[in-house]
């Protein structure tokens, strides 16, 4: 069974930085582009950032990119990304996902609440 386990949300405040990861399992993750989506209260999933099966290449929305850093350890199969210079736009919750999934969400997410 896939299984994709976030972590490391929480409250922080306007400018600060975060560090998301994402336990992978149940399916070989060192061939599977991954990415991370976010669906903030009341609103659609949103793309964020994407990245292929090997760490090579990777991609950004528009509004994370210089701030937002996707990166993976295939030997521990999990995937991260890094929250810096958060905004009060950026509070949501936050999923990993396969790209073969059409980047649909498996998991319950973690929650990041960027508040003063």
């Known amino acids: 069974e896939v299984q994709l386990v976030e972590s490391g949300g929480g409250l922080v405040q306007p400018g600060g930085s975060l560090r998301l990861s994402c336990a992978a399992s149940?399916?070989?993750?060192?061939?599977?582009?991954m990415s991370w989506v976010r669906q903030a209260v009341g609103k659609g999933l949103e793309w964020v950032s994407s990245?292929?099966?090997?760490?090579?290449?990777?991609d950004y929305a528009d509004f994370v990119k210089g701030r937002f850093t996707i990166s993976r350890d295939n030997a521990k199969n999990t995937l991260y990304l890094q929250l810096n210079r958060l905004q009060t736009e950026d509070t949501a919750v936050y999923y990993c996902?396969?790209?073969?999934?059409?980047?649909?969400?498996r998991g319950q997410g973690t929650q990041v609440t960027v508040s003063s």
């Open positions: 149940g399916f070989i993750f060192r061939l599977y582009d």
């Open positions: 990245i292929d099966a090997s760490g090579a290449s990777t």
């Open positions: 996902a396969r790209r073969t999934d059409g980047n649909q969400p």
